[in-house]
């Protein structure tokens, strides 16, 4: 079937404060040969909504949730994603939601119709078993609650020790 993104600027990639894991990241950094901090991001948290057990606390600073260097994404190029394989598990599932619903806002028309008789490329169980391995990590995080600019390598190093 016709790729549904095919005729559209990728707009979601551009508008979109792209939310991730640290397994996310993890991979993101092995396909792009980037160090994390070169693209991740702790967004600070404000009214959007957002899952609250992926919300991280700090000692000295307000909450945030881990992201990638989003208004484009850093990973875009001529509207293309650079990591497409290895890209963050709701981007691959995108615009499929955890919630099996589809949000095509951005979607110009023709890709709306086309996604509604699509599947999304990935399946519910893999993101959401993926998802709740993250949430231990940042509960772990929360009960600690350490300083800000040490929330990244502890993610990334309770990730490696899940994978290993
Ligand atoms: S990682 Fe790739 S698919 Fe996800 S928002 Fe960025 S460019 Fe788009
Ligand atoms: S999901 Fe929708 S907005 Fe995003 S690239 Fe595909 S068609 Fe465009």
């Known amino acids: ?96 939601t955890i919630n099996n619903s589809v949000n095509t806002r951005f979607c110009p028309l023709t890709s709306q119709l086309l996604f509604r008789i699509r599947k999304p490329d990935l399946e519910k169980k893999i993101f959401t078993t993926e998802l709740d391995q993250y949430k231990e990590i940042v509960k772990k995080w929360n009960k600690k609650q350490g300083k800000k600019e040490d929330c990244l390598a502890y993610l990334l190093e309770a990730t490696k020790t899940l994978l290993q």
């Open 1 to 96: 079937m016709i790729n549904p993104c095919t005729a559209c600027s990728a707009m979601c990639c551009k508008t979109y404060t792209i939310t991730v894991t640290s397994f996310d990241i993890h991979r993101a950094s092995i396909a792009s040969k980037k160090d994390p901090e070169e693209f991740a991001i702790l967004h600070p948290v404000r009214l959007l909504t957002y899952d609250p057990d992926t919300v991280l606390d700090f000692e000295n600073a307000r909450s945030a949730i881990l992201g990638i260097k989003s208004h484009p994404c850093y990973f875009i190029k001529e509207n293309l994603c650079t990591i497409y394989k290895s890209a963050p598990l709701s981007c691959r599932r995108y615009p499929h």
